[in-house]
């Protein structure tokens, strides 16, 4: 059998990716349609499909994946065609309780993303929340690019040890999304936001000056915890701010500025880990993380009219 050549699966590749983002932007809108703008509803809504999602990338996915790829290279792709047509009839049965209007004007795609983007950037609030996730995103890509090198040239781990530690984080995030909904009721944006900061950044400082590689399974843990915690509070927070109209576009701008940052933070933790040493992104990127809780007054207000927990 001919192999396919490699520019087949780098555009492969770029479609899904199209696909997922488009998906992650208007399954954002979709929630708000199905549970209102009820912030408990929108908690529980939220934190369980993280929860489904942590499940299925990290716990389902990848052993099953493994599994048929043992009986076919391309079995994976075919039962994960599938499984895309099985969800599109599902989501097609699904009825809305709640659905905006449809604009009467006919714009262009140019413009409606530059509508997205002008109302965010003038939403003080989101603006700084869309900069923290940004921040967030950066100097946790900073971290885990030298995690795998922590574990198997300073702790002199086997390689293989990497796996545990990825399925340490995997539960860790689990526990973050199942508890996330509780944490929205019981704490208002800010102190669930920092919450959220803080244990992200102690996960990092933990992993950087771990002594065993069970620390550093400890640390990942309660980092990725902390990572569900701000999903599941901070798309709440998106959800009920957000015009309706404009959730889709204004989303996907929130998300170019918070996940673009990304790339640049694993180009730093390379060249920070390469002059400093492996340690020095780890520790570097919790220090800066742990400095934006300054920031979390601010963050306090993005939602000044919701009243205290019960």
């Not at 391309?74 to 599902?90: I, K, R």
């Not at 449809?102 to 109302?119: F, L, S, Y």
């Not at 102190?191 to 992200?200: A, E, M, T, V």
């Amino acid at each position: 059998m001919a192999t396919p050549p490699l520019w087949t699966l780098v555009i492969t590749a770029f479609l899904l990716g199209s696909a997922g983002t488009v998906f992650d932007s208007a399954s954002n809108s979709f929630i708000v349609d199905l549970f209102g703008p009820d912030p408990t509803r929108l908690a529980t809504a939220n934190s369980r499909l993280q929860a489904i999602q942590v499940v299925s990338y990290q716990f389902i996915g990848p052993p099953l994946g493994a599994a048929l790829f043992a009986i076919s290279a391309g079995a994976p792709l075919v039962v994960d065609a599938v499984s895309f047509l099985a969800a599109a009839v599902l989501v097609l049965t699904i009825r809305a309780r709640h659905t905006a209007a449809r604009p009467d004007r006919t714009t262009t795609v140019r413009a409606d993303i530059g509508e997205g983007v002008r109302w965010l950037w003038r939403h003080h609030g989101l603006r700084l929340l869309a900069l923290e996730l940004g921040l967030a995103n950066l100097t946790l890509t900073m971290g885990t690019t030298v995690l795998v090198l922590l574990i198997v040239t300073v702790l002199h781990g086997p390689p293989a040890i990497y796996g545990v530690v990825l399925l340490a984080g995997a539960a860790g995030g689990l526990l973050g999304s199942l508890a996330a909904g509780r944490v929205r009721q019981h704490l208002r944006p800010g102190p669930g936001l920092g919450l959220s900061i803080s244990l992200i950044a102690a996960g990092l400082l933990l992993a950087g000056f771990a002594w065993s590689i069970p620390v550093v399974a400890a640390a990942y843990a309660l980092g990725a915890f902390g990572i569900m915690l701000w999903n599941v509070q901070a798309v709440v927070i998106r959800q009920r701010l957000i015009p309706r109209e404009l959730m889709g576009r204004a989303t996907s701008s929130y998300r170019l500025i918070g996940w673009g940052a990304g790339p640049i933070g694993a180009a730093l933790g390379g060249l920070l880990g390469s002059v400093l040493g492996v340690r020095a992104p780890l520790i570097i990127g919790g220090a800066v993380l742990a400095l934006s809780l300054v920031l979390v007054p601010r963050l306090a207000a993005l939602e000044p009219n919701e009243p205290g927990p019960a």
